[in-house]
């Protein structure tokens, strides 16, 4: 079972960074994008970013050119359920037209779970919980091509299970906005 999970870890890794390379080797000289212009893209991304989500609702991070916001999964959705709280409404209405007016990136949606309860459960929650944030994001104009999504139940705490505190900062959503670099 835990050589499961690790792959499965792996595999979530590989989604989350957006599956982008580029290749540095002789036979590439230059690289297909503009790197200048993708920088600039992704620093006013991120300030406009920040102050769409406030401390209240999550928390945005910056690592190259993906910027992180974590939800608070307990604010965005009540305990067993995948319908949205109306207390996440206004940072997910806002994070929408954000991106309906930047085209040029991408959404990965991960739904994350404490790991109380069965995996396969919580898997499956969390697949439905980044559905319903990914569904509300296309309904307020983000286009389906843009977005993807992925459960991954309990498979990547980012705190301690054995506490409350700790379960309750497990339970989730992790959305990564990363430039399209075709489009620059």
């Not at 319908?83 to 990136?105: C, P, Q, T």
Request: proline share 2%; net charge positive; with cysteine.
């Amino acid at each position: 079972m835990k050589w499961m999970k690790a792959g499965v870890f792996t595999l979530a890794s590989l989604i989350m960074l957006g599956c982008q390379s580029t290749s540095n080797g002789p036979e590439k000289a230059e690289e297909p994008y503009n790197r200048a212009a993708v920088e600039r893209y992704v620093d006013q991304l991120y300030t406009k970013t920040e102050r769409v989500v406030s401390a209240q609702d999550g928390m945005v991070s910056r690592d190259g050119n993906q910027i992180s916001i974590l939800l608070d999964g307990d604010r965005s959705f009540d305990y067993n359920s995948a319908y949205i709280r109306s207390d996440s409404h206004k940072v997910l209405s806002a994070l929408s037209a954000l991106m309906a007016k930047n085209e040029k990136a991408k959404l990965f949606i991960g739904g994350h779970t404490d790991s109380k309860g069965r995996e396969e459960y919580n898997r499956s929650l969390s697949q439905k919980r980044a559905n319903s944030v990914a569904h509300y994001l296309k309904l307020r104009g983000v286009e389906d091509e843009r977005i993807s999504t992925y459960g991954f139940g309990e498979v990547s705490p980012i705190a301690d299970n054995a506490t409350s505190w700790g379960r309750q900062k497990n339970r989730r959503i992790d959305i990564r906005i990363t430039p399209i670099l075709d489009e620059f």
